[in-house]
């Protein structure tokens, strides 16, 4: 399923010693090391050889200068939300879980800034904060660890608004292929002062070094807050719809597309009563005036496209209906083939391209034999497909992985990226060449052989070693 | 003035070789090459030995092999209004002027991107794309290129509201040290397709490669805009007032705050009557009953911190006027001592600390024998001194580099940063291993040893060889 790779195995000695340093917060437990080696991927698990549970930076520390002096690759470990084959230890090595490094750290309500470990998940953040009259507003879906989220470059529902982990990592600590600690930057909200250590951890999938903390932007609560309904009789003009907003300078806060497929797989999974047609979810935030403005003009631009009257829910609890179910989502097209594997894959395009970008694929994907819905976070021109494969035919994996092949050369071809959100991992690493170009590689690998002269750190991820 | 550094001098051998190669474009007249060697640093004159002026890429390409194989330096330059000495050539060797390289490549107005050549200025580039009713926001002051602001970060006026180049970037295609040409990103909004090059680039001052193409976000013109002036009897005041209308989420477009001294200045370089107390600048942009509800939050705001009434420029006549008088204040602030070497310096901080570090600085400033002026893009923590020296009095340096010193200090120890937008250049490298620590400090030289091996990239800026 995923390439052979040479192995660095932990031997008896190095067990031993890592033992000896961690004591009970070391495991080769066979289901321990499962767990650890089973993300949201299609792949099959793939177990490292043990398990260093850190609690705090020093044990970060030293579980990089034990892999160092063992020759061992060393995977840090969130949530396991990825999907793309990240977390998984392809090369051997120790797992390095960092979920009990889960404290908040400071909260700088006057900056708008929050320090977090990185075990922090994001529904955690945004509970311990609420007091404060802020909210962390990066929201991809699954209740992630914050580190793994600047790991991936994560984004999510809110970022045509507010960005993407990207705009709203502050700053980074991190340990490095040396042991030290490093922090990227300062609390400042901008800098000129040096190269940009901030933005080359963010994304970097663990393959540069350990985040052990991170500084996140954080904003104030929105006094007003709308969500509505738009459907459409065709994807193209839903998404019409979304370029004209986007253009008339409409700060919607967020909006996602489903396409039928999805909203029947919603509607069964939260028993919701959503109309099963190609569907645009808006959020606004901002004061009451505002944000009846922005519904208006959205309103009257989607009518210009053949949008249906919008429906409101204006009531908390129908909005976090609403939001629960579309996160649910992926879920939900779990459950449109009971016990099926799940692949799901994402492109971002110039949202020029979105249309023809959305429609090519979706004509595509008619033809296969699985089931298969798309949302998106349209708005940015990111948008997912999620295929429901039988587990046991090859031929369906072959299937999915050539329309996956197609619909990623689609979206460079469109000047896109080969993925929006979700990261490389194993499964995209082949296309960073027709998207980068191998010049650009070159650039990558050697900042990889840099700071990783010994390929320790999540190895065989993103870029190949040669 | 500046550390004496090892040279490496174009030969006359390789001058020749030059010749060859650019023909009219090559040049080693004295007056091109001082000003060639002069940008709006207090440092005297420093010249290359020769300057190329760049036509296209292809240009580009051969002066990077040109210098490799001579083994001299090439320092990259725009429009030469750096603060910082960035483009002074102080290991010696070929200035590369880009300013030629001066087209918009392409306007993509349904994606909000416009991509155009290093040397193009962000006056023109606005001029260029009024017609579509978008606009490039970031606004240093200076009509400076937009390679060049893209390589020291630039930030400005309106970056409280549209961010700094660091955000603004999508996408840049640069010469490496092999002479190839990599673009850092493809065009999608956002994307999580491997190391961020792009944001590596960015603020990188010439030093990890050439920039020969920018692809910047561009954003709809407002709808309404309306600017006011709020005057206050302290400096304090004013700051709060900044403080509490950021932490009540009003999005003003620009916030600067000027002191008394700023605005002695530009009223006498500018003839405006500008009440001649410390003020704040406002700017809001939006829908019209946006930008009257923002105006009346920010002013119910100024009020409870004794800010006098608005004072409303309302036409964009006045506007301008306003605009252009603050744009000017650095040339106003020079007139405040003819003759006189201007030192100017900024720093940045989180903005809970920005009152304290103002009223310290201006504290500081009080007890020299010097002219100084504020001024601050006080929505972003952001303040910038400048000084007026006495150019033949060695003394008064010294104390403008112990004031300086002071400052940056109190800065870092505020968690902030030794320059939020001007950059490093020579003048705050002493600084970066302060603010960052030895050990990040470790890892931009890894980073700069793997992309420069060469050590042909504007030597001796941003962090030391060794």
Partial sequence: ?????PQRRLNAQAAAEFATTFGDCFSTN????????TDESPYPVCMPDAVVFAQCTEDVVRAVRLCQRWNVPLVPFGVGSS???????????????????NRIVAVN??????????GVRRQQLNEEIRHTGLFFPIDPGADASIGGMASTRASGT??????????????LKVVTADGDVVRTSSRARKSSAGYDLTRLFVGSEGTLGIIVEVTVRVYPLPEAL??????????????????????AGVPVARVEFMDDRAVRAVNRYSQMSLRETPLLLFE????????AEHAQLAQEITRGNGGMDFEWAEQPEERTRLWTARHKGYFAGLQMRPGARSVSTDVCVPISRLADCVAETVSDLEAMPFPFKVVGHVGDGNFHVQMLLDANSQSEWDQSEAVNRRLVLR?????????????VGIHKMEFLKEEHGEEALTLMRKIKHALDPGNIFNPGKIVSWD
């Fill in 411 to 423: 979206a460079i071809q469109m000047d896109g990226t080969c993925t929006g959100e979700h990261g």
């Fill in 226 to 247: 709308s969500a509505a309904v738009c459907n459409f009789s065709s994807l193209q003009d839903a998404v019409t719809s979304v370029i004209e907003i986007m253009q």
């Fill in 30 to 37: 066979a289901a321990v090391r499962e767990q650890h080696g």
């Fill in 83 to 101: 999907m793309e084959g990240h977390i998984l230890p392809i090369e051997g090595g120790v797992t390095l879980d960092l979920s009990r490094m």
């Fill in 284 to 291: 606004f935030h901002g004061s009451p005036s505002a944000v």
């Fill in 109 to 118: 309500a006057e900056d708008f800034t929050v320090t977090v470990q990185p």
């Fill in 158 to 171: 809110n970022a045509v608004r507010y960005g993407t982990m990207r705009e709203n990592v502050v700053s």
């Fill in 1 to 5: 399923m995923f390439p052979q790779r």
